[in-house]
């Protein structure tokens, strides 16, 4: 057997294992995705006014540490086999995820860019958990890499059309690259690091399908913070550039001096008075 060949086993899956992964791991990644876009979305509405303050900013670092002691709660749960506690931690986290991105929301006008990005997760998901439920038994199976590729390119397709529309993109040759990249990015992990997760029954608790959605789901917030950095150093970028007073950048008029949502607010009351 050659090195390509053994390679490409190692993301053949036997019927047991598609099964586990199309029927219990993707529906639950699926499922925590659409609680960080409901999180963010509520998150994002009801904060909308908060002002900075030393009190807010203790609140707001002790809120990140209790994600991270979920995440170690739900894996340790999971090396256990608790279920229905992993299950609990897990839907706490991922709301609780949508609001790790108050500050970007309350304090500049990216509030669209941040639903976008919340959403290319969910839509990266729904296109992994589809090509599973279209192809069952053929998912990852060998002689069947032509359906993948198709299903794929016409899930991305479907996904950029209805971002395109829901979020009004105007700046095709910046966001749509942009978008394609982290729907691939999400949905290549899964796919890839997911079958490889789930062929591998080497480590202490590889046996149990929780622990393995664990790892996928690791992954992929590791991803997502490689993403959350290099967004924060483009939006240093921007400040020192407005800082620098360079008038031939145009940022679309970012406001720095307050909450975005507020301003709509106060000028929507205004307009009504």
């Given at each position: 057997?050659?090195?390509?060949?053994?390679?490409?086993?190692?993301?053949?899956?036997?019927?047991?294992?598609?099964?586990?992964?199309?029927?219990k791991?993707?529906?639950?990644?699926?499922?925590?995705?659409?609680?960080?876009?409901?999180?963010?979305?509520l998150?994002?509405?009801?904060?909308?006014?908060?002002?900075?303050?030393?009190?807010?900013?203790?609140?707001?670092?002790t809120?990140?540490?209790?994600?991270?002691?979920?995440?170690?709660?739900?894996?340790?749960?999971?090396?256990?086999?608790?279920?229905?506690?992993?299950?609990?931690l897990?839907?706490?986290?991922?709301?609780?995820?949508?609001?790790?991105?108050?500050?970007?929301?309350?304090?500049?006008?990216?509030?669209?860019?941040?639903h976008?990005?919340?959403?290319?997760?969910?839509?990266?998901?729904?296109?992994?958990?589809?090509?599973?439920?279209?192809?069952?038994?053929?998912?990852?199976?060998?002689?069947?890499?032509?359906?993948?590729?198709?299903?794929?390119?016409?899930?991305?397709?479907?996904?950029?059309?209805?971002?395109?529309?829901?979020?009004?993109?105007?700046?095709?040759?910046?966001?749509?690259?942009?978008?394609?990249?982290?729907?691939?990015?999400?949905?290549?992990?899964?796919?890839f690091?997911?079958?490889?997760?789930?062929?591998?029954?080497?480590?202490?608790?590889?046996?149990?399908?929780?622990y393995?959605?664990?790892?996928?789901?690791?992954?992929?917030?590791?991803?997502?913070?490689?993403?959350?950095?290099?967004?924060?150093?483009?939006?240093?970028?921007?400040?020192?550039?407005?800082?620098?007073?360079?008038?031939?950048?145009?940022?679309?008029?970012?406001?720095?001096?307050?909450?975005?949502?507020?301003?709509?607010?106060?000028?929507?009351?205004?307009?009504?008075?």
């Amino acid at each position: 057997m050659s090195i390509h060949e053994k390679k490409k086993k190692n993301y053949i899956l036997d019927d047991a294992q598609r099964a586990i992964f199309v029927r219990k791991i993707l529906p639950t990644l699926l499922m925590g995705s659409l609680l960080w876009l409901l999180g963010e979305l509520l998150s994002s509405w009801y904060f909308s006014d908060i002002e900075l303050s030393p009190f807010y900013l203790v609140i707001y670092i002790t809120f990140l540490a209790i994600e991270v002691f979920l995440y170690f709660g739900f894996l340790i749960a999971s090396k256990r086999e608790k279920t229905l506690l992993v299950f609990l931690l897990y839907g706490i986290f991922s709301y609780g995820a949508g609001f790790i991105t108050l500050p970007v929301v309350v304090y500049t006008e990216f509030l669209p860019q941040v639903h976008m990005f919340v959403s290319l997760s969910v839509g990266a998901t729904v296109i992994v958990f589809l090509m599973g439920l279209a192809l069952r038994n053929k998912y990852f199976a060998k002689g069947y890499l032509w359906a993948h590729i198709f299903l794929y390119l016409l899930g991305i397709l479907i996904v950029e059309i209805i971002f395109i529309y829901i979020f009004n993109i105007h700046n095709f040759l910046l966001t749509v690259p942009i978008s394609i990249a982290y729907i691939c990015v999400v949905a290549l992990i899964i796919m890839f690091y997911g079958a490889k997760v789930m062929k591998k029954d080497q480590r202490k608790y590889d046996h149990i399908w929780l622990y393995k959605f664990v790892r996928i789901q690791g992954i992929l917030i590791l991803a997502l913070i490689i993403a959350v950095v290099i967004v924060i150093i483009v939006l240093i970028i921007i400040v020192i550039a407005i800082i620098c007073g360079d008038s031939s950048v145009d940022f679309g008029n970012v406001s720095w001096s307050g909450s975005g949502i507020s301003k709509k607010k106060k000028d929507m009351n205004l307009q009504i008075t």
